[in-house]
């Protein structure tokens, strides 16, 4: 069973430009959640997301960042027009459908605004 | 606000003693707490999850505890070995179909 998958590992965006950052959850996992995560910083929540659904965005900021999780295909996490700031390690988890559950994390996407 | 605080100063201790590893929170009432492990370029892995009915869950060299009377949790690990180096999270969820919230942290060292 495939753990959860990122793509791609490591983006590199002019700013302006967009970023676009893919989570393809677990086998059998209907919830995802994305986190940001700076150097020597904690996990930022950023949003959570069933099939088709938008459960919980308050991490995101309300301007350029939007995510979905389609009924098919990956989640996506779209940044649009890029700053510096941007610049960070994105998270995608996954967890089955229960309550309370642990979550797998993917191997991260390294995001670089120059 | 809800804060949750994990030593921010990395913990170092030599191989083969217990580290014991501090997860305090203010302003939440948890259902749950986890813990993971998260090493360097790497995303965190899911070590235990601990129920605000339970007092203290094992698992192999580990053990958690959590008091929700001092709104801590205490994360030990036995007979540390420098493969358990890295830094560990801990995270409190309200339960139900809820996001969890992350501390920042504490990196152990274990020094052979």
């Known amino acids: 069973n495939a753990g959860v998958m990122q793509n791609p590992r490591h983006l590199v965006r002019r700013r302006g430009q967009e970023a676009r950052l893919r989570c393809s959850p677990m086998?059998?996992?209907?919830?995802v959640y994305w986190y940001r995560q700076l150097p020597e910083e904690g996990l930022k929540f950023m949003v959570y997301l069933q099939k088709e659904n938008i459960i919980d965005e308050s991490g995101m900021p309300k301007e350029r960042f939007s995510a979905e999780f389609p009924k098919e295909g990956p989640s996506i996490l779209r940044i649009q027009q890029v700053v510096r700031g941007d610049s960070a390690a994105y998270f995608c988890?996954?967890?089955?459908?229960?309550?309370?559950?642990?979550?797998?994390f993917g191997p991260g996407t390294r995001l670089t605004v120059t | 606000s809800q804060k949750i605080e994990q030593n921010s100063e990395a913990l170092n201790i030599q191989e083969g003693k217990t580290a014991t590893l501090t997860c305090n929170y203010t302003n939440y009432s948890p259902a749950y707490l986890q813990w993971y492990r998260q090493d360097p370029g790497r995303g965190p892995v899911f070590l235990l999850l601990i129920r605000e009915n339970e007092k203290e869950k094992r698992k192999e060299r580990l053990k958690v505890t959590f008091d929700t009377t001092l709104k801590q949790s205490l994360f030990h690990i036995t007979a540390s070995q420098p493969a358990d180096s890295a830094t560990y999270l801990c995270?409190?969820?309200?339960?139900?179909?809820?996001?969890?919230?992350f501390g920042t942290g504490t990196k152990l060292q274990v020094i052979p």
């Open positions: 988890a996954s967890s089955p459908p229960r309550e309370g559950d642990e979550q797998y």
């Open positions: 086998k059998g996992h209907s919830h």
């Open positions: 995270a409190l969820g309200r339960g139900g179909y809820q996001k969890v919230t």
